[in-house]
């Protein structure tokens, strides 16, 4: 069954803590994204992987950080730098090359809390 | 920033009613797309509209694209109560740049059954 699965589905974060958010796909799909969704708000972009060993920083990407070692995996890390974590955090993916602004697949999400 | 923005906010319709929702973005596109998003969950695809198309349909659904207003609606013909989830559009708004789509806050739909 092909699709993205994102984990854990919820998270909490004590104050100063680093923590990591997975996200492995098994479409074969080159490129993979983090997006931040508020309350009542869109999603915001964090970070983006077009290719392996290669990504860029999105509209928000103060606080977080990536990885991108395998094709299929594409971990968040929210740092203690970030002072405002708790949101819900969406993987996705897509095809890539000439195609990064198609179709996207998402995960289902993980919702991360300060405790 | 914000490129799509949705029209409501919320809307509320008895089951069997049709539903439409607008998205108005500022800048040229080569697509826009509309997703649905249930409760605590992931985003699902519904359909892509391309800037040289006017109109497309998906069984229920059908979407417009106005370039000339920059809006686009998603209108839901028979709604049922497993419509009810939060309706984004996203465009990419950059000549085709690699960056990613850029969502709207939404359109929070309730079909009452």
């Known amino acids: 069954d092909g699709g993205i699965t994102q984990s854990p589905k919820y998270l909490f974060r004590k104050e100063g803590q680093n923590v990591t958010l997975s996200c492995e796909q098994n479409?074969?799909?080159?490129?993979m994204y983090w997006y931040r969704q508020d309350p009542g708000q869109g999603l915001r972009l964090i970070y983006y992987s077009q290719i392996v060993n290669d990504f860029q920083k999105g509209d928000i990407a103060e606080g977080y950080s990536v990885s991108r070692e395998k094709k299929e995996s594409f971990p968040l890390t929210v740092t203690s730098a970030q002072k405002n974590p708790t949101a819900f955090y969406l993987c996705?993916?897509?095809?890539?090359?000439?195609?990064?602004?198609?179709?996207?697949?998402f995960g289902s999400g993980t919702q991360l809390s300060v405790l | 920033s914000q490129q799509g923005e949705e029209d409501p906010q919320a809307l509320s319709i008895q089951e069997g009613e049709n539903a439409t929702m607008n998205c108005s973005y500022k800048t040229s596109i080569n697509n826009l797309q509309w997703y649905r998003q249930n409760s605590g969950r992931g985003l699902v695809h519904l359909i892509l509209i391309r800037s040289n198309e006017r109109e497309k349909h998906s069984g229920r659904l059908r979407v417009t694209l106005d370039t000339s207003k920059k809006s686009s609606s998603l209108l839901i013909t028979a709604s049922r109560a497993a419509d009810t989830a939060s309706y984004f559009c996203a465009t990419d708004g950059k000549g085709g740049g690699a960056d990613g789509l850029t969502f709207g806050k939404g359109t929070h739909l309730i079909i009452q059954p």
């Open positions: 996705a993916s897509n095809i890539g090359a000439g195609y990064v602004n198609e179709k996207l697949f």
């Open positions: 479409l074969n799909h080159d490129a």
